[in-house]
């Protein structure tokens, strides 16, 4: 008998773990998949750490929540701050951000009487608090700020950051995201990759005493008196497991699906339906030659693509030695992939002149349908108690508020973990 | 034979480096080269969305 199993061995599950485990927690994680991390761990390729899912970036660095989780944990991860945090190509003109209090050279790019709007808008944001999450941002930001300039910086920035258009952002949801981003000032590179954040967890994890399975599917519960009473599992090892608590890192769909639809009331069963994921193109790209030395680069005149980084800037463990590691982020915004990618490849080619020359593709990878960016794209996640007892949800259905995805698991997985410490004592 | 399941698979690419034979090519979704494939079935262990099966 397990104090708590977890189902799903992402960052979420691997965090929520941890921390139970550290608390001396009998812990037990089971995993479908050969290797742990979900969507957060190298995918190593041609001597390239190539990723699973995020980008090798931590979005608010050292200062987030994932970062502060960790430490915490007493876990010594090493995460590289962006220095400069990122740059604007815009109009063919690079323009540093070094410090993410001071966006002066992009908002010196405005017109007078819409710079003389945004401090309007600074101003009311920090009197009057943040706008309604009933308008969209880009309904809000067009009725503030009349340069079209505006739409396509904000477009890059929340592109590459939540695989989102800003036509499908609750626009209190964005400015909240964005507070929080001049709050933590600027977002850092693990290094070695994702997975060494998932190495040192799993490690902790181990030492601690919790067991964790691979190649483990749950494929259905026994469910007494709305508690989960057992997991029934494929694996070589164990056909069964009983815990006092069970947390899904599934996705709050799959966890319905798994656990039966007649458990859950029929609010509970809407709320989830009405959960819709973000969705995004990634292209990883290898070259010899350097061309973006100064952090993340937003790329607000592009078609598709918000922004890429060339992360051997950072850490050139990530490539062979002799070459660069790019990695170019963009939301999916129709259900024609191939045509999405090939206008993601020709904003590479308009942003590298050489890339036929200069750059290898090494691998185009797509996120949508079943294993997209965000199962919650943000502004929708759900929260992590259920109806049934003793069964949360942690992972990128349920992430806190304002907080941009993996700071939003580990801020979400907080959050459950002290709902949990008050019903454990 | 290995197969892909167009409508399961998202084109995530996980499946393109564990092929030793490198028979994997994904642009949107996963395509394999059954001349090259060697019928090994590993890459059916790393599909996230079980979308490679035997056909």
């Not at chain 1, 920090?126 to 503030?144: D, F």
């Not at chain 1, 497991?241 to 899904?248: E, M």
Request: charged share 20%.
């Amino acid at each position: 008998m397990y104090n708590v199993a977890i189902i799903g061995a992402g960052i979420g599950g691997l965090l929520a773990g941890a921390s139970l485990a550290k608390q001396g927690k009998k812990v037990i994680i089971i995993e479908k998949m050969p290797y742990l991390g979900g969507r957060f761990t190298n995918l190593p390729y041609k001597g390239f750490q190539l990723s699973t899912g995020a980008v090798h970036l931590i979005p608010h660095g050292n200062r987030g929540p994932l970062a502060q989780f960790l430490q915490r944990l007493g876990l010594s991860v090493k995460i590289e701050d962006c220095k400069p945090w990122c740059t604007f190509r815009i109009r063919g003109k690079d323009y540093l951000i070094n410090d993410v209090s001071d966006f002066n050279p992009i908002i010196n790019l405005f017109p007078l009487i819409d710079r003389l709007r945004m401090a309007k808008i600074l101003f009311e944001v920090k009197l009057l608090g943040l706008p309604s999450n009933e308008i969209t941002l880009e309904e809000w930001l067009k009725n503030q700020v009349k340069d079209e300039l505006a739409v396509k910086i904000a477009n890059a920035f929340y592109g590459f950051a939540l695989s989102l258009h800003i036509n499908s952002i609750p626009a209190g949801e964005g400015i909240l995201i964005l507070k929080r981003v001049n709050d933590c000032k600027g977002s850092g590179v693990p290094i070695g990759g994702c997975k060494s954040i998932i190495d040192s967890l799993v490690k902790f994890i181990e030492l601690q005493g919790g067991k964790i399975l691979t190649k483990a599917k749950v494929v259905g519960v026994d469910i007494d008196n709305e508690n989960i009473t057992k997991l029934h599992v494929e694996s070589d090892q164990i056909s069964e497991v009983s815990a006092n608590f069970v947390i899904s890192d599934i996705g709050a769909k799959e966890t319905v699906e798994l656990v039966g639809e007649k458990y859950f009331d029929k609010n509970y069963l809407q709320k989830v339906e009405s959960i819709s994921p973000s969705a995004g193109v990634k292209i990883n790209i290898a070259s010899k030659k350097s061309f973006f030395k100064n952090g993340i680069l937003f790329t607000p005149d592009c078609q598709r693509i918000g922004g890429l980084i060339e992360l051997t800037t950072i850490d050139p463990s990530l490539a062979p030695q002799g070459q660069n590691l790019i990695i170019s982020h963009q939301p999916l915004l129709s259900t024609d992939i191939k045509k999405e990618i090939e206008i993601g490849l020709e904003d590479l080619k308009s942003l590298i002149p050489s890339f036929d020359q200069d750059c290898e593709i090494l691998l185009i990878q797509s996120y949508h349908n079943g294993w997209p960016v965000n199962r919650a794209a943000s502004g929708l996640d759900i929260g992590s108690v259920t109806p049934l007892k003793n069964l949360f949800l942690v992972g990128d259905s349920v992430k806190e508020p304002g907080w941009i995805d993996t700071e939003g698991v580990a801020s979400g997985v907080e959050q459950i973990l002290e709902y949990l410490s008050k019903i454990f004592y | 034979m290995v197969i892909i399941n167009e409508s399961r698979c998202v084109g995530c690419a996980h499946c393109v480096p564990f092929c030793q034979m490198s028979a994997i090519t994904a642009l949107g979704f996963a395509k394999i080269d059954l001349d090259l494939c060697t019928n090994c079935k590993l890459c059916l262990n790393y599909c996230p969305k079980n979308a490679i099966a035997e056909g």
